[in-house]
Nanobody, 120 residues
């Protein structure tokens, strides 16, 4: 069984920074992509940033220039450095992984979410 454990959420003031971490464990054969989504109550989950195994990254327009995604493949961990946070960044942030299991089956896993609250 594959699990994702997120950490790093919390309460900060506008303009401050946070760093989220997400560590994967379990029977992972290959990691195609790891990324972060966010979701507010009553709204759809939306992409924040994703990092692929080929080294490419993709960011939502609303975080470009402020957030940076990075990953440590050896540790199976993905990070999201969030700078210049705004009150509208307040959300639950979810880590996700796509890849294959050790039996070469498609794998898509979501973390439990970590709350980021930005006060004005």
């Amino acid at each position: 069984q594959v699990q994702l454990v997120e950490s790093g959420g919390g309460l900060v003031q506008a303009g401050e920074s946070l760093r989220l971490s997400c560590a994967a464990s379990g029977s992972i054969g290959s990691l195609a992509a790891m990324g972060w989504y966010r979701q507010a109550p009553g709204k759809q989950r939306e992409l924040v940033a994703v990092s692929t195994s080929g080294g490419s990254t993709n960011y939502a327009e609303f975080v470009k220039g402020r957030f940076t995604i990075s990953r440590d493949n050896a540790k199976r961990t993905v990070y999201l450095q969030m700078n210049s946070l705004k009150p509208e960044d307040t959300d639950n942030y979810y880590c996700t992984l796509r890849g294959t299991t050790t039996f070469n089956r498609y794998l898509e896993v979501w973390g439990q979410g970590t709350l980021v609250t930005v006060s004005s």
